[in-house]
């Protein structure tokens, strides 16, 4: 059986215990970490490289919003909150399930459940060999080159993939493509944006140029793409 890893990030000691005590009912799911501090969460959480992140949102520093725009490790997330108002963002941000405080057994089985079934149905895009994806698109299976890749754009739940011969379109969320991604090769730089490292020509604090596009950086991946660009 297949184990998953989960991290808990929650700065309320309580409410992260409660998490905790009810993944343990869970045989396939074991808690590689937990935090109450969400910026000590960020290298945790890149260390552990959890498939699942239980995140509350209203946390000093960061907020749960943040740390997931700033997390160069995607995993599938779970929010969890005393307000409701945050739900419309959350889901923006392609989160799996918004859980309200105070967290229910019942209700945390639903959100299970929803995992355990984006696991099952996750087959697009395919890494098939260390230098290429398969894709689909157009009714397709095109296979795209990883050397040929320029940047990568998210649109809503799609991906577009421009290269430098042209532009490929697949049904994707961008935070699942990247796991697909050589971390060494391509950096998130927005949360609308991923782009090959070694075709950028120039960048700024604010953006990065690549054949003749500028590409905005997003404030909270300013740290984590100038260490990158220090490799």
Excluded: W
């Excluded at 700033?70 to 739900?87: C, G, N």
């Excluded at 320029?150 to 577009?160: A, H, M």
Aim: aromatic residues 10%; proline residues 4%.
């Amino acid at each position: 059986m297949k184990k998953y890893k989960c991290f808990i990030v929650d700065d309320e000691p309580l409410a992260l215990n409660v998490i905790e005590q009810h993944l343990s009912k869970f045989s396939q799911f074991e808690v590689c970490g937990k935090s109450t501090d969400p910026v000590a969460a960020l290298g945790a959480i890149q260390e552990c490289k959890p498939d699942l992140l239980f995140l509350d949102i209203a946390m000093p520093e960061l907020t749960g919003l943040e740390l997931i725009a700033a997390m160069q490790h995607k995993p599938s997330v779970i929010l969890t909150t005393a307000y409701r108002d945050y739900a419309v963002e959350g889901f923006d941000l392609k989160v799996l399930d918004y859980l309200v405080k105070p967290v229910s057994f019942k209700r945390f089985v639903q959100s299970i459940d929803k995992f355990l079934e984006q696991q099952t149905t996750i087959h697009s895009p395919k890494k098939a060999a260390s230098d290429h994806l398969l894709i689909k698109a157009d009714r397709k299976t095109v296979r795209v080159d990883l050397a040929d890749i320029l940047y990568i754009e998210g649109v809503k739940d799609y991906v577009r993939i421009v290269t430098n011969q042209q532009r490929h379109i697949t049904k994707v969320g961008i935070s699942q493509f990247l796991k697909e991604l050589p971390v060494d090769d391509f950096i998130q730089v927005h949360k609308s944006f991923i782009v090959a490292k070694d075709k950028i020509s120039a960048y700024t604090a604010y953006d990065v140029e690549i054949g003749g596009v500028e590409i905005p950086i997003g404030r909270v991946y300013k740290e984590s793409f100038e260490k990158a660009m220090r490799k």
